[in-house]
């Protein structure tokens, strides 16, 4: 009877855990829904749209009339890019470039399609359009990174031409800052040394690049987080995605690219995530972040945007419902006055 009892009894008990865990399983089952839900939902999305950062606006009129001709978000990125690169007056990306300390512009891109296809070349000297190395990377190779010479050589081997990148104004400015070789970056100049460009294109996918040369006076051989996946750049089709601008080691800390991603995952918009990925590097212990800048942009699959940065002064451009607008972005220490 004694035996009899206790069946019954562990019976019972299994059956009442089976219950509760079964409850606990479909709670689980509709919360994930529900977050879901959060970034699908019944809304129409708008599209097509392109987001880059800085006072880009050649460069995403360029991204848009391939997106307005029925391009793909990827052809879309990837052209937006190369006029950047292709810009000598600015110094910061491609050709005209600021150095590393040693006098050589060495170029890191990387680039990131609806598939979740990956490609990026890290520390190029001599090509100019390395995004298009990057993509070559990701379509042609069975790598997803390339560096230095091995990088240059494979760009070669694909019909890229050398060329010297240092222009005389790079050069000039570089032989100003031997006299006293004073490695200060000024917040927004020497440290806003990335174009991130996201795009929607007209079947509803997302694709992103980033292309920089960048600090300026670097030591040689230094990359940040531009080329690294999650770091500079991050998209998730279903989703959407994140590019980021600054003092690359910062974001790398924090992998703020997929952070901001992950964030509008569990439910946060564009500029909800953005704030929050800014305000992880602000608050860490004993962080510096008076001294240096960081900028994020952001997209989700409903074409809802959202950028932030520490300091003010970082702006992007939108192209949005045919229309190509720089914005000012909300900065952190706005709110911290």
């Not at 890290?122 to 100019?128: A, F």
């Not at 070669?156 to 006299?179: C, D, I, M």
């Not at 917040?187 to 991130?196: A, L, Y």
Request: with cysteine.
């Amino acid at each position: 009877m004694k035996r009899k009892y206790f069946m019954q009894k562990a019976t019972a008990v299994g059956l009442g855990l089976l219950i509760v865990f079964s409850v606990i399983a479909c709670k689980t089952e509709h919360t994930t829904e529900e977050k879901k839900e959060a970034i699908k939902t019944n809304e129409p999305s708008v599209k097509p749209l392109v987001i880059a950062t800085w006072n880009t606006p050649l460069a995403v009129e360029t991204a848009a009339k391939v997106l307005e001709k029925g391009g793909s978000a990827l052809d879309a990125v990837e052209a937006g890019c190369r006029i950047e690169e292709a810009n000598e007056e600015g110094q910061s990306v491609g050709k005209g470039g600021l150095p590393d300390r040693d006098g050589n512009v060495t170029l890191d891109a990387c680039i990131m399609d609806d598939k979740g296809n990956y490609g990026a070349v890290l520390c190029v000297k001599n090509i100019k359009h390395v995004i298009s190395v990057a993509r070559k990377v990701m379509e042609v190779t069975p790598h997803v990174m390339l560096v230095g010479e091995g990088a240059e050589q494979f760009a070669v081997s694909q019909g890229f031409e050398r060329e010297n990148l240092l222009t005389e104004a790079s050069k000039k400015a570089w032989e100003e800052w031997k006299k006293k070789s004073e490695y200060k970056p000024i917040i927004n100049i020497e440290n806003h040394d990335t174009i991130g460009m996201l795009a929607i294109d007209n079947d509803g996918n997302i694709s992103g690049a980033c292309t920089t040369s960048g600090l300026a006076y670097k030591m040689a051989g230094r990359v940040g987080d531009s080329p690294i996946i999650g770091g500079g750049l991050f998209v998730d089709n279903e989703v959407g995605g994140a590019a980021a601008t600054g003092l690359g080691e910062e974001v790398l800390k924090t992998v703020g690219s997929f952070l901001i991603v992950e964030l509008m995952r569990q439910g946060k918009s564009p500029q909800e995530a953005c704030e929050e990925a800014i305000a992880r590097i602000v608050n860490k212990p004993n962080s510096d972040f008076k001294n240096f800048q960081v900028g994020y942009i952001a997209v989700n699959k409903k074409g809802e945007t959202g950028a932030y940065s520490i300091h003010e002064w970082f702006s992007y451009n939108l192209y949005k419902n045919g229309e190509n607008k720089n914005i000012k972005s909300d900065f952190i220490l706005n709110r911290k006055k």
